[in-house]
Every structure is written in C-alpha cells, then in structure tokens.
C-alpha cells in the first residue's frame, strides 16, 4: 500500500508531550481479526521456550539456570492463556508514525503478528522510543558470538534490533521448523560474507562446450572424433590432471587437460594442440556457460540478510565478465588468472577476505571441489560447505545437493 506522507516528520521528532497519546489511540486501530499468512504469537513463545535454553549453553551458562527456566515457563503459561486473537504491530513506536494530511499521523512499518492484543500493549518501547533523547539509543544486540537460531517469525522481535525504516526489504518467513532442521548451529561465528566457487557450483558448460565441440572444431580438421567416448576420456583426463606444484595458475594444465579429452575421443596426437587451442576459445565465452536454476533466487536470498558475498574461481576466463554477463549481484570478484595463485592456496582466499573486510570466522565458502575448496577454506579457518549435485559425497557432513538448502544452513530465515 503506498500514499504519499507529507510533510513525514516522525511522532520521535515532533510529537512532544503528545507522543505517548497519539500511540496509544492509534494502537487499537489494526486490531482487527488475522489469520494466515501472519504467524502467531503463540509459534513466536513456542520458538523462544526452545531457543532460550540453547542460546543459555551457547552464552557459556551466563546466567542462573532458575531464570532461563522461569522465562521459559512464563512463555509457556503466558502463550497458553492467551486472550482474543487479533493482528498486532510489534514494531510501534514514534519513529514509525509519521506526520501525514490525510489523517495527522500515519503508522508506516507494521510488523504483524497475531495473537492477544496485551501483547502489543506493551507501551515501553513505545514510549522509550517516544522520547527523543533517551530513545534513539540502539538497544543492545544480541552477543556476537551467540548464534541465532532461525525463527520462526513472520518479523524480528520487538527489541532485538534497530529499526531499519521503510524501503528496506523484509520477508515474510514460515516453516521454521524445516529450517531448524537444517541449521548448523552454535559454531560461535558471526556470518559476514558468503564465497562461492564458480564452476559447477554457480555454472556449468552449456551444450557449446559439450562433447559436439570436440568433434566440430576436429571435422574442420578432417578428422572424426566419437563422442561417445567423451565422458570416459573426460574422467581420465581429470584423474591425470595435475595441479601446479606451488598452486601457481597455469593454463597449460588445461590445455593438457583438452588435448587428452581429444586424443582420448580418437584425435590423433599430431593435431591435438591445435585442436585444443580452438576448443578453449569456448571457455573464455560467458554464454557458453549456464547458471544453476537456484543461483539467483539464492544470490538474492543473502543479499536480503545483508551478506556480502564473492566468487572465487580457479577458471581460465574473464571472471568480471562472466559476472556482469549473467548479471550476478556479488561484490567481490577474484580469479586465479589475476590471482596468480589457484584455490587451495591460502592466499587466494585472503584475497578475498581482504577485499570484503571480514575476517575468515567470519566467511563461509560454498564450492564443489572438496581439495580447492573446502579444505582449502578449512585450513585457513573458514567454514566450508560441499555442493555436491551429482551426489558423489555422501560421507561429508556439510553438504548440500544445491543451493536452494543454503539460506538453511547459514542459519538464516526463510523467505515465504
Ligand atoms: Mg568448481
């Protein structure tokens, strides 16, 4: 719903002694009957009762047991004694209500829950943040080092963060108890930033760089190659590829790499070089390649949970367009080519710690090669996630078949 607010002053600025009054008569006016898809009071104090207990062992058992359970079973008996179940605002307060014509203040920002309307009424932050002066101070967050569970929320509670005002994109989230399933929690890191490798974990090589290729650019040649045999010549070219032995990026590797999968196919020696030399113009090609059905959704899914996210590949093209080309919202782009060195080299993952400001506690990387990059990420300190779409490591722990799971097992909440 949108109208125009004029002049939009806030009820924190210029309500004055008036502002606690224009609260409590808008209050009421949205307590209407609700039902789906608002999510209710009762799943909110349910989520609590089980997260309090574990954000108390995570906190190192910071406070006295007794109160933990006395809150939990406050939340219990609370939820279950509620009264007439209508739509709540938990976010009212005078930075929300605006200065407006068509009425004198407009609420803006709702954040709808449904459950007893004394839930709402709870007038202290309301009217904390009423008052200019001792209003404006940040509440304080959650610890750092204390990982959130995913909730199950239709929005953030009440008081567990500052209000980041109209125009910023918010979801709607449900299922939590699939998510709950999938989260990894309690590892003491703050997540920061995402790092993607790029081939077949964003991409994979489109029909212009399949098998055809090969024989394409060799019947140019005069030559026949069997297709059928290219898969096999494939894997054994990937058996025999050797990296450089001080992770330096070196594109001969790969021109060995093609001419194998040619010789392998029944080119002959002889024309192999030159054979391979044309096929690799193809992989300098960003179309050539396709993205995953779920990179995008993904990509915009930690985009809206403010993470900064890289790619990191150990590819022979131009990365930066690639980037551009398949129109990938990232931040930070770092190619071995540029590099100099390829993944696992640590220094190719600082790079782009460094380039994104975060600490590698603070990063995850996602990629499908188990030695560039997840131990390669690993053995630096970052947390590391296998995708694993042909299914081929079932025995690792962290390992996702695609990338739909991701937001999950970041601990991040779901968007309807
Ligand atoms: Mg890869």
Known sequence: MLERCEPGTTLAENGGERALDVLVELLPRHWVEAGEPFHTLADEAAWWSDDLPEQWEQSGRSIERRLVDAAVDALRSLSASQGEQVLLNQDLHGDNVLAAE??????????????????????DR???RARPLEGRRALPPRPAD????????????????????????????????????????????TLRA??????????????????????????????????????????????????????????????????EIFIGMGGPESL??????????????????????????????????SLRIAVVSNGIRDLTEFVAHHALDV??????????????????????????????????MVG??????????????????????EERHPEIEERLTDLYGLPAALGLARPR
């Open 331 to 364: 931040d930070v782009i770092v190619d071995s080519r540029s590099h100099g060195r390829v993944k696992p080299h640590p220094t190719i993952f600082q790079a782009a710690l460094n380039a994104l400001g975060v600490a590698p506690g603070d990063a995850v």
């Open 272 to 305: 192999a070089s030159e054979c391979a030399t044309e096929i690799e113009e193809g992989w300098g090609v960003s179309e050539n390649f396709e993205l995953y059905e779920d990179v995008l959704p993904v990509l915009d899914e930690l985009r809206a949970a």
């Open 126 to 128: 309301a009217l904390v």
């Open 146 to 189: 204390v990982r959130a569970r995913p909730r199950p929320g239709a929005r953030p509670r009440v008081d567990d963060r500052a209000d980041d005002g109209v125009g910023v994109r918010q979801r709607l989230q449900r299922d939590a108890h699939r998510d709950r399933q999938v989260a990894v929690g309690g590892r003491g890191v």
């Open 102 to 123: 068509r009425e004198p203040w407009l609420l803006i920002d709702p954040k709808p829950l449904v459950g007893e309307r004394e839930f709402a009424g709870r007038a």
């Open 194 to 259: 995402v790092l993607f490798d790029v081939d077949f974990t964003l991409c994979r090589p489109g029909p212009e760089l399949s098998a055809e290729r090969y024989a394409r650019i060799a019947a140019r040649h005069g030559i026949t190659l069997d297709t059928g045999r290219y898969d096999e010549a494939r894997e054994a070219a990937v058996q025999n590829l050797k990296r450089h032995p001080e992770l330096l990026h070196d594109e001969t590797i790969w021109h060995r790499f093609t001419e």
């Open 368 to 389: 499908d090669s188990l030695e560039e990059d997840i131990e390669g990420a690993r053995a630096l300190g970052m947390r590391a996630i296998l995708v694993d779409r």
